[in-house]
C-alpha cells in the first residue's frame, strides 16, 4: 500500500543474477494490484524486486510448470 503516486519498476532475476522479466508500472495512493505475465518462464526460484521513489521491496519467488 502506498501513500503517494509514483512509478514502478518490476524486475524479475534468475538465480544466476541474470534480468529476465521487467516491467513499468504505475501505483496510486491506496492499494495497488499488479498481473504480470510469465509465460515461457521456466520452473525455479526467482527474486521479484519493486523499485520506486519510495518503494524498494525484493520477494522469493517459485515457478512451479
Known sequence: ???VYEKLNISLVN????T????DREANP???TSTLDL???AA?????KIEG???HETF???IKE
Do not use: D, M, P
Not at 15 to 18: D, E, N, S, T, V
Open 39 to 41: 509465460t515461457g518462464i
Open 53 to 55: 521513489s519510495f518503494t
Open 15 to 18: 538465480a544466476i543474477g541474470r
Open 30 to 32: 491506496g492499494k495497488n
Open 44 to 48: 525455479g526460484i526467482y527474486i521479484l
Open 20 to 23: 529476465i522479466y521487467v516491467a
Open 60 to 62: 522469493r519467488i517459485v
Open 1 to 3: 500500500e502506498t501513500s
